[in-house]
């Protein structure tokens, strides 16, 4: 089977969440079952040197008010199409997001633009290889499917994946024609979504199937306080809705062989997790002691309940746990968390910004992550924790509720515990489960099995992949 992916970003050649984890790991799990996955990304500046190593495949005139060519190159195990377009790409920076922090102005034509190449590649233009199915991902590949309504004649059948419901790429109306969307597609059954045109209304209105990270999430979707205004048109497709869980790259993630950490360590092995930790201790001006060391590791938007966390802080520093926070984002929250490192001196400790080496140094020195997310698709940082021996202690929603197994006492009389839950999502329940995390930490033997069970919890891509394929197999049938 032939299959192309076509996503806005990639690991590790750009990322700015777990998207891109998925979209750069997936297609290695894919192709040890037998698929030739090729993956269309925009060519941002962060891919000019794969981008130079490439051939020309493809070219036209005028992709969206410039020329732009289609580059085939393989890099990091990876056979992408590189969609070269600079009048869309070509621009340093967050790839979403121009310098004043809001959208780029023209983010409908250069995602419009990749969706079109999708269909173009669909349709058998890149010559010598077509794909038996093309699997979109996000609003940002959403136009796809309508694109290949445009054109009499076969294309091939699209899967869309839905990453993040939060985002959904709606725009006025009136940029129909600049998007190159055929007046009759303006309707209820195609793009139109409340009088505006939305990429990821059209995806899930036109795609033979959809996809989503986790069997919660795709439960989740079908109500309205999840959906975001898309719950009911999910609800119609529910037959065509299936929820299958993000795995992680355990060749990237694997505390034995990871080049960012001080010390590897193994699960038969885990004495390198305490140098990681000193580490993590001088790194974030915490005083080394022995209560558990909690970690975030988060975009910081109020999707990841941060907020909730300020309010637990004392009760977590007053039972002798400290905290090391790295992310970016929402500028209350920033300065919310350096101040707490200031008024908990020692015991919490924050690095704004986004380092990829600094994230899994933390995974390996840390006690606990903390995710107590509003909602969450799937969550990766769970994921890492499990494999890094790293104990989550997680909302419970989403991807969360599927992939940790709370320690209560069931769970730890039959020895089955990877970590805690907390529900409903609110500061008073995360206190709890903090202080229930705390507790067991003070049982070392206890912990210490529960850091084997995480570690050993399998988190790869190995039966996840066997699902997707499964439904490019039925879309391919159907
Ligand atoms: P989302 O995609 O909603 O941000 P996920 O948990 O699915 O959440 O994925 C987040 C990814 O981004 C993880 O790989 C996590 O390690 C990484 N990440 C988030 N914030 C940072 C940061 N500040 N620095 C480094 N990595 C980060």
């Known amino acids: ?104 102005p023209d983010n409908d034509l250069r995602f419009a633009a990749l969706s079109y190449a999708g269909a173009q590649i669909g349709l058998g233009l890149l010559g010598g290889w077509t794909p038996d199915v093309i699997n979109a991902h996000d609003w940002q590949a959403g136009l796809v499917p309508a694109y290949l309504a445009q054109h009499d004649g076969p294309v091939p059948p699209v899967v869309t994946t839905i990453h993040n419901i939060a985002f959904q790429g709606v725009f006025d109306a009136t940029r129909l024609s600049a998007l190159r969307l055929n007046a009759d597609q303006f309707t209820t059954q195609g793009v139109e979504y409340y009088g505006k045109v939305s990429f990821l209304k059209a995806a899930l209105a036109l795609s033979q199937k959809i996809t989503t990270v986790s069997p919660t999430y795709a439960a989740e979707l079908m109500l309205p306080e999840f959906g975001m205004g898309l719950d009911g048109l999910l609800r119609e497709r529910q037959a065509d809705l299936h929820g299958i869980l993000n795995g992680i790259d355990l060749d990237v993630w694997d505390p034995e062989t990871d080049p960012a950490l001080v010390a590897p360590y193994s699960a038969r092995s885990p004495k390198g997790k305490a140098r990681n930790r000193s580490e993590i201790e001088g790194r974030f001006g915490l005083t080394p002691g022995e209560g558990p060391l909690f970690c975030v590791i988060s975009r910081m938007t109020s999707q990841k309940g941060l907020d909730l966390l300020l309010d637990c802080l004392p009760a977590l520093v007053g039972q002798g746990g400290k905290l090391a926070v790295l992310g970016s984002g929402d500028r209350d929250l920033e300065r919310a968390y350096v101040k707490a490192s200031t008024q908990y001196a020692g015991a919490v400790g924050t690095i704004i910004g986004y380092d990829e ?22 969550g990766l940082t769970q994921l890492y924790g499990l494999r890094y021996g790293t104990l989550p202690v997680v909302a419970r929603t989403g991807g969360l509720a599927d992939t940790v197994i709370d320690a209560n006492d069931a769970a730890l009389a039959a020895d089955c515990a990877t970590g805690f839950q907390f529900a409903p999502i609110n500061a008073t329940m995360l206190g709890n489960a903090i202080s229930r995390a705390c507790a067991v930490h003070a049982q070392p033997k206890l912990w210490a099995a529960m850091m084997r069970r995480a570690m050993r919890h399998p988190v790869g891509w190995d039966v996840s992949a066997k699902a997707y394929l499964d439904v490019y197999q039925a879309v391919q049938k159907g």
Not at 84 to 104: S, T
């Open 1 to 104: 089977m032939n299959l192309l992916f076509v996503a806005s970003e990639c690991t590790p050649f750009v990322k700015t969440g777990g998207l891109a984890d998925v979209i750069g790991a997936v297609p290695k799990a894919l192709a040890a079952l037998g698929v030739s996955v090729r993956v269309l990304i925009p060519s941002y500046p962060e891919l000019a040197s794969v981008l130079g190593s490439g051939k020309e495949v493809m070219g036209f005139d005028d992709l969206f008010g410039g020329p732009a060519r289609l580059v085939s190159a393989k890099a990091e195990g990876l056979e992408l199409v590189l969609l070269d377009a600079p009048h869309l790409f070509d621009r340093v920076g967050n790839i979403y997001l121009g310098p004043d922090g809001q959208d780029w």
């Open 357 to 378: 080496d600094l994230s899994h140094l933390m995974q390996a020195g840390s006690d606990a992550i903390l995710i107590p997310s509003r909602f969450e698709p799937c």
